[in-house]
């Protein structure tokens, strides 16, 4: 049995995320976390203050990073630039798109 996922959010789409941000303000940090829970496609918002840790669920055929990051620098944040999340944003992004463009597709079958 799967977990019941909020409305718009597809299981076939759902990917998981995990980043590092960049210190800010509490109160910033919190607005911007309430405005990507309220985007259509998120699954669910977690931030772990000790380690600065965001983690998104999220339908990827609907949201994509960038959103993420659009919302964060409206509210003056940005994502950590160390070696491993700037790796990881990449790889997230190619998949986000993959995931985007593979969803309007027709499957086929020659058999």
Not at 98 to 106: F, I, R
Request: proline share 3%.
């Amino acid at each position: 049995m799967s977990k019941k996922h909020r409305p718009g959010v597809k299981e076939a789409h759902l990917v998981v995320r995990k980043l590092r941000l960049s210190p800010g303000d509490e109160t910033c940090r919190r607005q911007a976390l309430e405005e990507i829970d309220a985007l259509l496609g998120m699954d669910e918002v977690r931030y772990d203050v000790q380690r600065s840790m965001l983690r998104l669920a999220y339908d990827a055929s609907r949201l994509g990073i960038e959103c993420i990051e659009a919302v964060l620098h409206e509210h003056g944040l940005s994502l950590s630039r160390d070696w491993w999340n700037r790796v990881k944003l990449e790889h997230y992004r190619f998949v986000d798109q993959n995931t985007k463009d593979n969803a309007v597709k027709e499957p086929w079958s020659c058999h």
